[in-house]
């Protein structure tokens, strides 16, 4: 059967208001567990204590129990005799209190006669030292209330109150339906077209998260007949059924029809970005969701509609996130067709949040990971300008982006290196990198966008390094250079030089495939800075307007064989397995102001650069000279 094409552009809350009208009402369901093994579950009712806890008067100390009024008088230079078994029982923390006693005295402040005689030297106070019937929990009491997420010790106060069973909402089962022609499972041998099919156990792991219990179906190909089969089956055992991928209008994109052949489609498409093609249906009166297959569009469906679905079937209520206002850095536009999810970078500086949008792509994984937070750009708006006052989402906890080390500027994968080692010596402090270029890091360092920049600007009139640009872009701002390393800069060429490439003149003369890094980037001034020398102009360079933003991406585009060359570090390529030319060395430092300087995370950082295992990684790593790393040079 053919797919049919009718994408609808419905607002989000519009969408999922309609489908919950269909939903409802939701049968959730409850089951009895024994209580210990409870947690992370939810409570499908109150509980109440069925005992006391405790439900005897207990002795809160090792000592005697007493009648009070027989120790009134006591005093240092009264004291009062008392007589075992006549005046006092001996008793240990925890036992229970006969009713002829009403205070215990504590061993401490008892003065041996003999065997079975003691003295003490201060009255005691009625119920003193003693726990009480209930003291802790009081028989009939509420000790949860319903849809409360069953914690450790709530186990402990259960089961003290007598509780050892407890009903809680039924895990709901959801189906995971991963499709596509071009998907592959995990550690299989990969051909060209191939992609790795990871959204299935994202998906698995969200649904634990909200108290689900996934169910993931083998990979179905792209095959109406074989996906309504699977689908069909995954309705019958589950409670909600999730298809990713084929949720779109193209050729192969089944989901959509599949649902409203078995059942009905409510929703297909909603105007946000990303994550619109997707398909809100119900079979057999139970959610169907077809997701998109662009990982970033399946999470944030996944955040903003299937977990709705999930907390109604267990009982729990959604908690909106903590939310912070933030100076956005840079100007962002916006289609006036979508409320858009814009993933960002949050900074801490000088006490205020600097929010900087990253990647937009609906396939960048990675820009989740390294999100802080999310902005949302409602539907009505083209976009803000920098320096906005706007309101991010947190993605992460508020003390870790305190604790980050903002870090915008010029690449290197030493910046790993120092990350985890950062986190590793002290596990509150993190580093976060943005790979913008050296001249990108300067102007984070002007606009206060960062806290430290990597540079490696070469100064084309007299060869130096960093301290001019320094002086004509933040003569302003005091800023401190802390040295870093020096690294051998050249051409990166494939394994062998099958094409026998010796210096940047064979580029031009041989018209070569070149991939070059952004503007602004150290290593293309570096290039230019060759090119006036050599006297070639770079609309000779067949491939100069290629840009990527990072060494390793310069060296993984010559490994595909997509580029004969590049510039850039020994060590990227080293890593990507490549030969390697010698241009020169360069200085690659970090321009800080002096005010940060006094931050214990930048004292870390010094401390991380001039470690040994930091030395040693690099080492491993060759092409650099840590000579002088983590000295400060002046205050320019």
């Known amino acids: 059967m053919a797919n049919e094409i009718y994408l609808s552009n419905k607002d989000l809350d519009e969408s999922i208001k309609l489908y919950f009208n269909e939903l409802l009402p939701i049968k959730s369901e409850k089951e009895i567990l024994n209580t210990y093994e409870a947690l992370g579950r939810v409570s499908f009712s109150p509980v109440y204590a069925k005992i006391s806890s405790p439900f005897y008067n207990s002795s809160a100390m090792d000592g005697i129990a007493v009648d009070s009024k027989k120790t009134y008088g006591a005093s240092d230079r009264n004291h009062v005799e008392l007589v075992e078994n006549k005046d006092y029982i001996v008793v240990d923390t925890g036992d229970p209190i006969p009713k002829e006693y009403d205070a215990v005295i504590m061993v401490e402040d008892l003065i041996n006669i003999d065997k079975?005689?003691?003295?003490?030297?201060?009255s005691a106070i009625p119920w003193q030292h003693i726990r009480t019937i209930g003291e802790d929990i009081v028989e009939k009491q509420l000790i949860i209330p319903s849809k409360h997420v069953i914690t450790p010790v709530d186990i402990g106060a259960m089961i003290a109150g007598g509780i050892n069973k407890v009903c809680v909402y039924k895990m709901p089962v959801v189906g995971i339906i991963p499709t596509g022609d071009e998907i592959v499972e995990p550690g299989g041998e990969l051909k060209t077209g191939d992609i790795i099919e990871f959204n299935s156990r994202v998906f698995s792991a969200q649904v634990k998260e909200w108290g689900g219990n996934p169910v993931r179906f083998d990979i179905v190909k792209d095959d109406y007949e074989l996906i309504k089969g699977v689908v069909a089956t995954a309705v019958d055992k589950c409670d909600i059924v999730l298809v990713n991928a084929g949720s779109s209008a193209g050729r192969e994109d089944f989901t959509c029809s599949v649902i409203k052949d078995l059942g009905k489609v409510l929703v297909h498409?909603?105007?946000?970005?990303?994550?619109?093609?997707?398909?809100?249906?119900?079979?057999?009166?139970?959610?169907?969701?077809?997701?998109?297959?662009y990982p970033?569009?399946?999470?944030?469906?996944?955040?903003?509609?299937?977990?709705?679905?999930?907390?109604?079937?267990?009982?729990?209520?959604?908690?909106?996130?903590?939310?912070?206002?933030?100076?956005?850095?840079?100007?962002?536009?916006?289609?006036?067709?979508?409320?858009e999810f814009v993933?960002?970078?949050?900074?801490?500086?000088?006490?205020?949040?600097?929010?900087?949008?990253?990647?937009?792509?609906?396939?960048?994984?990675?820009?989740?990971?390294?999100?802080?937070?999310?902005?949302?750009?409602?539907?009505?708006?083209?976009?803000?300008?920098?320096?906005?006052?706007?309101?991010?989402?947190?993605l992460k906890d508020e003390e870790e982006i305190k604790n980050t080390l903002t870090c915008i500027g010029s690449h290197d994968i030493i910046l790993d290196i120092v990350s985890d080692?950062?986190?590793?010596?002290?596990?509150?402090?993190?580093?976060?990198?943005?790979?913008?270029?050296?001249?990108?890091?300067?102007?984070?360092?002007?606009?206060?966008?960062?806290?430290?920049?990597?540079?490696?600007?070469?100064?084309?009139?007299?060869?130096?390094?960093?301290?001019?640009?320094?002086?004509?872009?933040?003569?302003?701002?005091?800023?401190?250079?802390?040295k870093g390393v020096k690294r051998i800069q050249g051409l990166m060429v494939p394994k062998g030089n099958p094409l026998n490439l010796k210096s940047i003149e064979d580029i031009s003369k041989f018209r070569r495939r070149f991939v070059n890094r952004q503007r602004g980037a150290g290593t293309r001034l570096l290039l230019d800075y060759n090119l006036k020398k050599l006297n070639i102009s770079s609309k000779d360079i067949n491939g100069y307007e290629r840009e990527e933003f990072t060494h390793i991406a310069v060296a993984a585009v010559v490994a595909a064989g997509d580029a004969d060359c590049g510039l850039g570090v020994y060590s990227a390529a080293k890593l990507m397995n490549l030969d390697f030319i010698e241009i020169g060395n360069e200085e690659y430092d970090f321009a800080i102001p002096k005010e940060f300087l006094k931050m214990d995370v930048v004292k870390k950082f010094i401390e991380v650069i001039q470690s040994n295992e930091f030395k040693r990684e690099l080492d491993k790593i060759g092409g650099y000279n840590y000579e002088n790393i983590g000295s400060i040079k002046g205050f320019f």
């Open 269 to 293: 498409g909603i105007s946000v970005k990303p994550g619109k093609p997707v398909v809100l249906g119900i079979i057999k009166d139970k959610p169907v969701i077809g997701i998109p297959g």
């Open 116 to 122: 079975h005689k003691v003295a003490i030297y201060k």
């Open 296 to 339: 970033v569009s399946a999470y944030f469906i996944m955040e903003n509609i299937c977990k709705k679905v999930v907390y109604s079937y267990n009982g729990m209520n959604l908690i909106e996130k903590k939310k912070r206002q933030a100076t956005l850095s840079r100007r962002i536009m916006s289609s006036l067709k979508y409320l």
């Open 343 to 394: 993933r960002v970078k949050l900074a801490c500086i000088s006490g205020k949040y600097i929010a900087t949008p990253i990647s937009r792509g609906a396939g960048n994984t990675m820009s989740l990971v390294r999100a802080d937070g999310i902005l949302k750009i409602p539907q009505n708006i083209e976009g803000y300008e920098a320096g906005t006052k706007v309101k991010v989402e947190l």
């Open 421 to 482: 080692l950062l986190h590793v010596k002290e596990d509150k402090y993190f580093l976060s990198s943005a790979h913008v270029g050296s001249m990108g890091g300067i102007m984070a360092l002007k606009s206060g966008e960062t806290h430290i920049a990597p540079i490696h600007l070469l100064d084309m009139k007299d060869g130096t390094y960093n301290i001019s640009y320094i002086k004509k872009y933040l003569c302003d701002k005091n800023i401190a250079l802390i």
